[in-house]
């Protein structure tokens, strides 16, 4: 008896010992898939910690473009609202033909970018009270511009001397 007292406790030992331990194992399998989702999370939030710093990176460079480009239309706006303020906008432009260059058909007038003369503006010539014709700048410099003869409005040629304009004013 005492043999099948010895086998009925080691059975018992090895039934505690397969309950407790089963438990145990499971925990240890659960412990170890949790740890590679873990791992996954881990590389997963690394992987969107470099994303996020790509997107900020991004974002100032554009928040720095759209700053350069505010300032630029500011700039513009600014220009524009000063020039409808100045009076020179609103009054004729007034100048004299410097020479004259016949063969060519054009003209030199002493009036140029510091007097808001562009590229495309027209002139009426003018000599005392009549009129010369009309002429269209092609070449705008610092102080002066050359423009060519709009020649179906020409009454006469052209002298050294005559008076442009931007704009016909009669005082009646």
């Known amino acids: 008896m005492k043999w099948s007292v010895v086998i009925q406790g080691c059975l018992g030992v090895a039934l505690f010992l397969t309950t407790a331990v089963a438990p145990v194992l ?11 989702e873990l791992a996954e999370a881990k590389a997963q939030i690394k992987d969107l910690k470099a994303k996020l710093t790509e997107v900020l990176a991004e974002q100032a460079q554009l928040r720095a473009r759209l700053a350069a480009r ?15 303020t100045r009076k ?17 058909g054009t003209l030199v007038i002493n009036m140029g970018e510091r007097h808001e003369v562009k590229k495309g ?3 009426i010539v003018f000599r005392g009270d009549q009129y010369v014709g009309k002429v269209i700048v092609d070449e ?3 102080d002066e511009c ?7 409005s020409m009454k006469e040629a052209p002298q050294a001397g005559d008076d442009v304009t931007t704009k016909l004013v009669i005082e009646l």
């Not at 505010?70 to 409808?84: F, H, I, M, P």
């Open 121 to 123: 503006s027209a002139f």
């Open 70 to 84: 505010d300032a630029e239309l500011n700039k513009a706006v600014k220009g524009v609202e000063e020039r409808l």
């Open 140 to 142: 705008v410099r610092p």
């Open 88 to 104: 020179e906008w609103h009054e004729p432009l007034r100048g004299k033909v410097k020479s004259v260059d016949k063969e060519a």
């Open 146 to 152: 050359t423009a060519h003869l709009d020649r179906d």
């Open 26 to 36: 499971a925990a240890e399998g659960d412990a170890i898939a949790l740890k590679q």
